[in-house]
């Protein structure tokens, strides 16, 4: 297998470094998260994520400020950052990467995703337009905000960093199963998102998390024809 190598994302309460990446169809999804919640202290998760050949080992940490929860992302060619106000979504949203001429931040206020800084090299300023529903720009982490206890699904805004046009998806429970992973059986509850309306049989992606403690321990993405497999490494509390 082709080794892709390390990425490490980091959570912290100050500065929002965080993850991101979404599409579909159009969506470029880039799963990176670790818990159904953000925990009080900073927790560190490894995994290893397989995209067809290519295996890389990627670190996650989530943690809490104040009200607000932060996620960080770090690889040897980009930086993603992400800040999650409850009862809003996502607020702030920033990516760096050098090699592809993107630095770029992008705020919400109300009904609006302001979205400047430079893309593909060219400088961008750019108002999205989205309704009420959260903005959730990456899959997988703290589930419980997107949708909380006793919600069976819930619709949210991503946009896509390739070209910053929004896409509505939705979010729903899809039961429970008893996994296999890494040796052991895991009692997992299933996380199915997709499109929102008529576009939802046509993609969808898969995310399991431990019934006892919220642990995401594994996920499959469709990308491109390419199915994206993360699973945690240690299942130890």
């Known amino acids: 297998m082709e080794s892709c190598g390390t990425r490490e994302y980091r ?3 100050s500065s929002p470094r965080s993850i991101s990446n979404a599409a579909v ?13 953000a925990p009080t202290e900073p927790v560190s998760r490894t995994y290893t994520e397989t995209r067809g050949s290519a295996v890389t080992t990627v670190q996650y940490r989530v943690s809490r400020d104040g009200a607000a929860i932060v996620v ?13 106000t409850p009862g809003i979504g996502t607020t702030e949203w920033k990516v760096t990467e050098p090699a592809k001429g993107n630095d770029f931040q992008a705020r919400r206020t109300g009904g609006l995703i302001h979205v400047t800084g430079t893309a593909k090299g060219r400088a961008v300023d750019r108002q999205v337009k989205v309704d009420g529903a ?10 419980d905000e997107l949708l909380p206890s006793g919600a069976a699904q819930q619709e949210f805004w991503v946009v896509d960093p390739s070209d910053f046009a ?3 998806m939705q ?3 899809a039961g429970t199963e008893r996994l296999s992973i890494r040796g052991a059986t895991v009692d997992a509850a299933k996380i199915h998102f997709s499109p929102a309306g008529a576009l939802a049989p046509f993609w969808g992606a898969d995310f399991w998390y431990r019934l006892s403690d919220g642990l995401w321990v594994t996920s499959r993405l469709p990308d491109q024809g390419v ?6 490494q240690e299942l130890a509390p």
Request: glycine fraction near 2%; charge should be positive.
């Open 11 to 13: 959570v912290s309460r």
């Open 25 to 37: 169809t159009i969506l470029f999804v880039v799963p990176a998260a670790l818990f159904a919640q």
């Open 72 to 84: 960080s992302s770090v690889d040897p060619t980009s930086t993603e950052e992400i800040r999650w």
């Open 134 to 143: 959260p903005w959730y720009q990456v899959f997988g982490p703290i589930m």
């Open 166 to 168: 929004p896409h509505k």
């Open 171 to 173: 979010v729903r429970r």
């Open 227 to 232: 199915m994206t497999v993360s699973t945690v």
